[in-house]
C-alpha cells in the first residue's frame, strides 16, 4: 500500500488549461503539503493543510487553489496553465504541524506546451 | 526569506569512497533534516536531527547537527551502486526549508 499517492504520475496539456492533480495519504496523518521542484530539483512549500484548514500559504500565485474534502486528501487545482508552472509537484503528509518527518508522494511532472 | 547552501552540487565517485555533503544557513534552525530523491521519486528521510552536536547514524550514513545550529553535515561510508541520487539538507522553521541539493554519482 503506497502511504501518500498522488495522481496523474504525468501531466501534459496546453498552456491556458485548467487541471487538477489529486494526492490521498493513507497514514492517518493530519497535515499535507504540497511543493513544487524546479528543473533545478530546488524544493519549496507552497501550501500546507491541517485538519482540512489552510496553515501555510507561501507565496503562490492565485491560480493555485489547493482543496481539502477531508484530511486524508489534498488537491491542487491549477487554473490558466503558463509555461513556468511546469516542474514536478509533490505532495507530503506529516503526523502534526510543525513536525519534521514529512511522508513525500511520487511526484506529478506537469509539463506546459 | 531563509535560505540553506548546500555543496557541493554534485558528486562523482568511485564505489567504496566515502562522501561528505553540508548544509549552511543564515540562521538558526532547531531541526535538521537529511532526505534522499530517487530518479522519479520523492524524497526520502535519511536522518533526523533535534540537538545542537547531535551525531546520529543511521547505516552507513551519519549526520551531525551542527554546534552553531547553522549549519549540519552528512557523510557516506563505503559508498555503494545504489547510494546514487540527490541528497538534500533541510531545516524546520514552521516549514521545511530546503538546500539546493547535492547530486551524487556512484561508478562501480
Known amino acids: 500500500d503506497t502511504a501518500v499517492s498522488q495522481t496523474p504520475k504525468y501531466l501534459v496539456t496546453q498552456m491556458g488549461n485548467d487541471k487538477s492533480i489529486k494526492c490521498e495519504q493513507n497514514?492517518?496523518?493530519?497535515?499535507m503539503y504540497w511543493y513544487k521542484q524546479d528543473s533545478k530539483k530546488f524544493l519549496k512549500i507552497m501550501f500546507s493543510?491541517?485538519?482540512?484548514?489552510?496553515?501555510i500559504n507561501e507565496t503562490v500565485p492565485n491560480r493555485f487553489s489547493p482543496k481539502s474534502p477531508d484530511k486524508a486528501h489534498l488537491n491542487l487545482h491549477i487554473n490558466s496553465l503558463e509555461l513556468g508552472d511546469s516542474a514536478v509537484y509533490f505532495c507530503?503528509?506529516?503526523?502534526?504541524?510543525?513536525?519534521?518527518?514529512?511522508?513525500f508522494g511520487a511526484g506529478t511532472r506537469l509539463s506546459v506546451l | 526569506g531563509q535560505q540553506l547552501n548546500q555543496s557541493p552540487q554534485s558528486m562523482f565517485i568511485q564505489e567504496g569512497e566515502d562522501v561528505s555533503m553540508n548544509c549552511t544557513s543564515s540562521?538558526?534552525?532547531?531541526?535538521w533534516l537529511w532526505y534522499k530523491q530517487d530518479p522519479g521519486e520523492g524524497p526520502v528521510l535519511l536522518i533526523a536531527?533535534?540537538?545542537?552536536?547531535e551525531l546520529t547514524s543511521n547505516g552507513r550514513l551519519t549526520a551531525q547537527f551542527g554546534i552553531t545550529r547553522k549549519d549540519s553535515f552528512l557523510n557516506i561510508s563505503a559508498s555503494i551502486p545504489s547510494d546514487v541520487g540527490i541528497y538534500f539538507c533541510?531545516?524546520?522553521?514552521?516549514?521545511?526549508?530546503f538546500g539546493q541539493g547535492t547530486e551524487l554519482s556512484v561508478k562501480p
Open positions: 507530503a503528509s506529516s503526523p502534526g504541524h510543525p513536525v519534521a518527518i514529512q511522508y
Open positions: 497514514l492517518g496523518h493530519d497535515t
Open positions: 493543510y491541517n485538519n482540512k484548514e489552510l496553515i
Open positions: 540562521s538558526i534552525f532547531n531541526t
Open positions: 536531527l533535534y540537538k545542537a552536536g
Open positions: 533541510a531545516g524546520l522553521e514552521g516549514k521545511l526549508i
